[in-house]
């Protein structure tokens, strides 16, 4: 979620919304795909790749 003191100015309906806030678990999954493609020597090198052209 957000910062706790924003979310006091929130409507109830759009803080309980699971589009806009997702579980926990689901976004578990994503950390972790982040983190693989960042230790990724393959993303490493397209990375540098971009950045030199």
């Not at 910062?3 to 589009?19: G, K, M, Q």
């Amino acid at each position: 979620m957000a910062d706790a003191r924003t979310n006091v100015l929130l409507p109830e309906d759009l803080l309980n919304d699971p589009i806009l806030y997702l579980a926990a678990e689901s976004l578990s999954v994503l950390e972790f795909a982040a983190a693989a493609t960042l230790t990724d020597p393959n993303h490493a090198e397209l990375m540098a790749r971009f950045k030199s052209a």
